[in-house]
């Protein structure tokens, strides 16, 4: 779903929102606030979110492929398989050419085939930045809905992706190097969160979601809101991708990994060993990033086996909601 601002205005009108719902408020299962909602049409689960993005490569093709996989993630953290995606475009008519956005949308049907998705329509608007997604409904069994909040103390967090995407698109932004640098940043952004998802329900994990913009702390948090439950992170386990220390030091941070830490400056305790730029990567925006995975350790054997990218990154240990990060520890028993 989108930016936590909107989330809190839709959750600040959620009685108003609920009435409108009149007799069918019960059919809702999932609400706002976590990857996407869930609703029920008779006996049939649907699962349902919305996301776009402005662009963050420079070749067309590339970043509605990007984009593609970026909305479709939020339906592969909940446990849902996508079934029709709508396309979002904003698109300014007097500065690109109509081919740009054909090409834009090729990259996305690229994607969306690949899901196993049909596009069945979508709007577009004249607008001064350029911005793509998708709208995206998908089916989902009513009981293996994968949930952000629901860690279990003992349970062993799993990341399916490297971390680093914001740092990197941004110096690809600054021009400090071109899209050819960023070809390993980009082949994880395409890479589609199925088979993790697929990974997570076999695993009978007990939490999950997906890492976008808040970071990898920021939704780690957002797994945590109001339980039981603090997350111990071991920094130096967490994958981060080629380059993105060396660029980290040079300043190359984007503005909302500096954001995302001050928003979490009271909910996640650093110890002194974690320096400053690894605390920054651990907050850095991503885009189509991994999932981020709770499950019981016997159970991470599902990952190992299946030749899948994963890491052990912490574990869930009882608390109040918050989350330490350490420099490096023992996760495994
Ligand atoms: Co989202
Ligand atoms: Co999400």
Redesign the pocket.
Known sequence: ??PADLEDVIDSIRAEARDCTGARADAVLVWSGD??GVYMIGDTAIVE?V?FITPLVNDPFTFGEISAANSL??IYAMGGRPVAALAIAAFPGCTYKTEVLKAILQGALKTIKRAGVVLIGGHSLEDSELKFGLSVTGTIDKDRILRAGGANEGDILILTKPIGIGVLTTALKRSTFGDEHIAEAVKWMTTLNAEASELALKAGASACT?V?GFGLLGHAYNMLRNSQIDYVISADDVPVLDNVVDLADEGMCPGGAYKNLKYLSDKVGFSGAVNMQQRLILADPQTSGGLLVAVKEENIEVFRASGAFYAVIGKAVKGSGKIAVEKKINILK
Do not use: E, L, Q, V
């Open positions: 779903m989108g990857d996407a979110t996301d993630s939020d997906d976008t």
